[in-house]
């Protein structure tokens, strides 16, 4: 199992909506709005590497209010 955080950077007006949206999405297994440079952390897991880019290209990148993201993929322990 691969584990990633990605570090959500929102529009100030859209991070309920933001951070509600990636709950919705697969692979999404927690969520925590945050205070500092990010506004939410989104932690997915998945089977495969390759699986991490289509999440964050197609379903996490398009969510409306998202400015910028930063992934932190883990080691396979």
Do not use: W
């Amino acid at each position: 199992m691969i584990k990633a955080y990605i570090l959500v950077v929102a529009d100030p007006g859209a991070t309920q909506i933001v951070y509600d949206a990636l709950h919705k999405v697969k692979g999404v297994t927690q969520c925590y709005q945050v205070m500092g440079p990010y506004d939410i952390v989104a932690e997915i897991e998945v089977e495969d590497l390759a699986d991490v880019p289509p999440i964050l290209g197609s379903h996490i990148r398009t969510i409306d209010g998202v400015e910028n993201t930063t992934s932190l993929v883990t080691f396979p322990g």
